[in-house]
């Protein structure tokens, strides 16, 4: 024994990780650790957590998700010492929850973060501490005393926001299609609903919808008026040892997409009445033979069919028991060459999301170093299908003169479909994109999805030509084809531009007009570089992380998109049925967000004019609708909408 205590520490090291790495020690934390410790003051010496960071590393390669943070993260948010700290400060959490701790803020970011970055791990390791039960307990806790008695579910938005996405997030381990009625309708008349009906009071964006242009300078003023809701909250959190200042994610998004996937279900188990269809005629040939405008019996089949894109569970890697350590910091892992990430798996559906979070935080502020994309170039090209979510129209009236008149939670909600068929149209670098249209208040005219009045757009082979009245200018926008990963996504014209060049982005000197969508995962690089500075990162022990030395930067190439314009229209088939409109839109380069104008395509018809403006979230597209009659310092008549791209 005494010979095999002179054992070099990497020696222990790799008797203990083997020893802990198993197929039965994956899930909690590693139970086996603290006998390890105790077995004598050498053993204990050579493996406690002050001593060997790298065994902690590695056993959070074993039981975490570390593909996330290799895409997202600097290097030196990486370190050993980084990923050991991580994975205390997450079982610490695991701990907490299984053994049903009062809920916490601090926990409630740890497993959104976790879930941010989950392919397949860092769920089984949540739903083993029986995530679900510690969610509903904090809401329990947190909804109002009686029926209109003060509650923190809707006055604390941060923590209401993280637990509804955590619900959506963790939707496989749910299962709301077991929910009993009862338990569906508690989450959709008392926990979602005042969301939808009264989102207007709640985040539903990262910054005001007036200002096409950010961060906003400090030298503009008067500021046009802000009616679209607060801004999330922007708060610190700890992240791989490291201080990460962060917004929290909007909540009425979240709402709607919890809320409609329970009235799907509803839909699903309530077949429609056969009576009522059979006053409508049964397809569109027979109603076009008959003379009749509207819905047909095919039509609202469809629509009560319509089901939105939610995430489905992740298979746990087969190689659960690899040591990953060692890859994660293998020279193979970072091949420039390497197939792109599937967009709609695992981590990756949560990636422009992430991006927000920790770059859309101030409007005021340029973006920190951690920024990246907030859309991809391309996906809204295609068909979508949804709901805009209503509400009545004197009521919401009633609910906007004071929250004395009308009480949110009454109001009735009702779906009508909503059809898109849309297109993207890229303005290349160095051509000066559209100026956008200002509106009576000086600020940007959102109202007309920030285009100048009185455009004329002209579709040409594979472009449009946007032609500026106000301006007397004509710009060219390419657009977006669909193809293979080996084909050119324009015709030649947009294809024969200078190859786009590195981008070296450090958090003082980030341009503020770019594009972040237009970069892929495979063009797009963290590191660190020297700066002597004085700034100290906050440890998980309460000490800190030197960080005088460094600042973080990213390099990525450049898309050359100067602009992303949307024109679209609902389809000759769906445009029978519910009404004719074309659309023209535009995407916020600071943010992500698409703001689309529906107007009937017959000026004479009097479906009326409304505004969508929203985030893509995963493969849904999702937001608040408002009409346009209503001057853009008031709250008019509005609702939430969600779409969902189809085949």
């Given at each position: 024994?005494?010979?095999?205590?002179?054992?070099?520490?990497?020696?222990?090291?790799?008797?203990?990780?083997?020893?802990?790495?198993?197929?039965?020690?994956?899930?909690?934390?590693?139970?086996?650790?603290?006998?390890?410790?105790?077995?004598?003051?050498?053993?204990?010496?050579?493996?406690?957590?002050?001593?060997?960071?790298?065994?902690?590393?590695?056993?959070?390669?074993?039981?975490?998700?570390?593909?996330?943070?290799?895409?997202?993260?600097?290097?030196?948010?990486?370190?050993?010492?980084?990923?050991?700290?991580?994975?205390?400060?997450?079982?610490?959490?695991?701990?907490?929850?299984?053994?049903?701790?009062?809920?916490?803020?601090?926990?409630?970011?740890?497993?959104?973060?976790?879930?941010?970055?989950?392919?397949?791990?860092?769920?089984?390791?949540?739903?083993?501490?029986?995530?679900?039960?510690y969610l509903f307990r904090a809401v329990l806790t947190r909804i109002p005393s009686g029926p209109s008695g003060p509650g923190m579910w809707y006055e604390d938005p941060e923590a209401t926001s993280l637990i509804i996405?955590?619900?959506?997030?963790?939707?496989?381990?749910?299962?709301?299609?077991?929910?009993?009625?009862?338990?569906?309708?508690?989450?959709?008349?008392?926990?979602?609903?005042?969301?939808?009906?009264?989102?207007?009071r709640f985040p539903s964006l990262y910054a005001p919808d007036t200002i096409l242009h950010l961060p906003i300078s400090p030298d503009v003023y008067p500021l046009p008026p802000i009616i679209s809701g607060p801004n999330?909250?922007?708060?610190?959190?700890?992240?791989?040892?490291?201080?990460?200042?962060?917004?929290?994610?909007?909540?009425?998004?979240?709402?709607?997409?919890?809320?409609?996937?329970?009235?799907?279900?509803?839909?699903?188990?309530?077949?429609?009445?056969?009576?009522?269809?059979?006053?409508?005629?049964?397809?569109?040939?027979?109603?076009?033979?008959?003379?009749?405008?509207?819905?047909?019996?095919?039509?609202?089949?469809?629509?009560?069919?319509?089901?939105?894109?939610?995430?489905?569970?992740?298979?746990?890697?087969?190689?659960?028991?690899?040591?990953?350590?060692?890859?994660?910091?293998?020279?193979?892992?970072?091949?420039?060459?390497?197939?792109?990430?599937?967009?709609?798996?695992?981590?990756?559906?949560?990636?422009?999301?992430?991006?927000?979070?920790?770059?859309?935080?101030?409007?005021?502020?340029?973006?920190?170093?951690?920024?990246?994309?907030?859309?991809?170039?391309?996906?809204?090209?295609?068909?979508?299908?949804?709901?805009?979510?209503?509400?009545?129209?004197?009521?919401?009236?009633?609910?906007?003169?004071?929250?004395?008149?009308?009480?949110?939670?009454?109001?009735?909600?009702?779906?009508?479909?909503?059809?898109?068929?849309?297109?993207?149209?890229?303005?290349?670098?160095?051509?000066?994109?559209?100026?956008?249209?200002?509106?009576?208040?000086?600020?940007?005219?959102?109202?007309?999805?920030?285009?100048?009045?009185?455009?004329?757009?002209?579709?040409?082979?594979?472009?449009?030509?946007?032609?500026?009245?106000?301006?007397?200018?004509?710009?060219?926008?390419?657009?977006?084809?669909?193809?293979?990963?080996?084909?050119?996504?324009?015709?030649?014209?947009?294809?024969?531009?200078?190859?786009?060049?590195?981008?070296?982005?450090?958090?003082?000197?980030?341009?503020?007009?770019?594009?972040?969508?237009?970069?892929?995962?495979?063009?797009?690089?963290?590191?660190?570089?020297?700066?002597?500075?004085?700034?100290?990162?906050?440890?998980?022990?309460?000490?800190?992380?030197?960080?005088?030395?460094?600042?973080?930067?990213?390099?990525?190439?450049?898309?050359?998109?100067?602009?992303?314009?949307?024109?679209?229209?609902?389809?000759?088939?769906?445009?029978?049925?519910?009404?004719?409109?074309?659309?023209?839109?535009?995407?916020?380069?600071?943010?992500?967000?698409?703001?689309?104008?529906?107007?009937?395509?017959?000026?004479?018809?009097?479906?009326?004019?409304?505004?969508?403006?929203?985030?893509?979230?995963?493969?849904?597209?999702?937001?608040?609708?408002?009409?346009?009659t209503t001057s853009a310092d008031t709250v008019g008549y509005e609702g939430g909408f969600i779409v969902t791209k189809t085949e």
């Open positions: 024994m005494g010979n095999a205590l002179g054992l070099p520490r990497e020696i222990w090291e790799q008797c203990a990780y083997y020893a802990l790495a198993t197929e039965t020690t994956f899930l909690g934390p590693p139970s086996g650790l603290t006998s390890i410790l105790l077995t004598c003051r050498r053993i204990n010496d050579a493996l406690c957590f002050s001593n060997n960071p790298r065994l902690y590393a590695r056993l959070f390669c074993f039981k975490f998700d570390i593909e996330a943070p290799r895409r997202r993260l600097p290097p030196r948010w990486l370190t050993s010492q980084c990923l050991a700290a991580e994975f205390h400060k997450r079982i610490m959490t695991l701990k907490r929850i299984r053994h049903c701790d009062e809920y916490s803020l601090q926990d409630l970011w740890t497993c959104y973060l976790m879930m941010s970055e989950n392919d397949g791990r860092n769920e089984r390791q949540l739903e083993w501490t029986r995530i679900s039960e996405w955590l619900f959506w997030m963790l939707l496989p381990q749910n299962r709301p299609s077991a929910e009993s009625i009862r338990l569906r309708g508690f989450w959709t008349q008392t926990l979602l609903h005042i969301f939808i009906a009264a989102g207007f999330p909250r922007k708060t610190t959190v700890v992240h791989y040892w490291h201080n990460l200042t962060v917004a929290a994610p909007v909540l009425t998004p979240a709402a709607l997409l919890s809320w409609t996937v329970r009235q799907e279900m509803y839909q699903q188990a309530h077949p429609l009445d056969y009576n009522i269809l059979g006053r409508f005629p049964t397809d569109r040939h027979t109603a076009n033979a008959l003379g009749i405008r509207g819905p047909t019996a095919e039509d609202l089949t469809e629509f009560h069919q319509l089901r939105i894109y939610s995430p489905g569970p992740l298979l746990l890697p087969s190689h659960a028991t690899f040591d990953t350590y060692d890859l994660f910091y293998s020279d193979d892992c970072h091949h420039e060459d390497e197939e792109e990430p599937d967009q709609t798996r695992g981590s990756m559906r949560y990636e422009q999301d992430w991006y927000r979070e920790v770059s859309c935080y101030d409007p005021y502020a340029l973006p920190g170093a951690l920024r990246g994309p907030v859309f991809s170039l391309g996906s809204l090209t295609g068909s979508w299908a949804g709901r805009w979510v209503l509400t009545n129209i004197e009521s919401h009236m009633g609910l906007l003169r004071g929250p004395s008149d009308v009480d949110p939670r009454a109001l009735p909600l009702h779906s009508k479909p909503l059809y898109w068929s849309l297109q993207e149209h890229h303005c290349f670098e160095p051509t000066e994109p559209i100026a956008p249209g200002t509106d009576e208040y000086n600020g940007d005219d959102i109202l007309n999805a920030w285009l100048p009045r009185g455009h004329l757009l002209t579709h040409l082979d594979g472009a449009i030509e946007f032609y500026d009245s106000e301006n007397n200018c004509k710009i060219r926008y390419d657009t977006f084809i669909p193809r293979g990963s080996r084909e050119a996504p324009y015709l030649k014209p947009a294809c024969e531009r200078p190859h786009p060049q590195w981008i070296l982005n450090e958090c003082d000197e980030i341009a503020t007009d770019e594009v972040p969508g237009s970069t892929s995962p495979s063009e797009y690089e963290t590191q660190s570089n020297r700066r002597h500075d004085g700034e100290a990162v906050a440890g998980i022990y309460g000490a800190t992380v030197p960080s005088d030395e460094y600042v973080d930067t990213v390099s990525y190439r450049s898309s050359g998109v100067a602009d992303v314009l949307v024109t679209g229209e609902t389809g000759q088939r769906h445009g029978d049925a519910w009404g004719h409109y074309s659309i023209v839109g535009r995407v916020r380069p600071w943010d992500g967000l698409v703001v689309l104008l529906q107007k009937p395509a017959d000026p004479r018809s009097d479906l009326g004019e409304w505004i969508f403006k929203g985030y893509i979230h995963d493969q849904n597209f999702v937001g608040r609708w408002r009409e346009t």
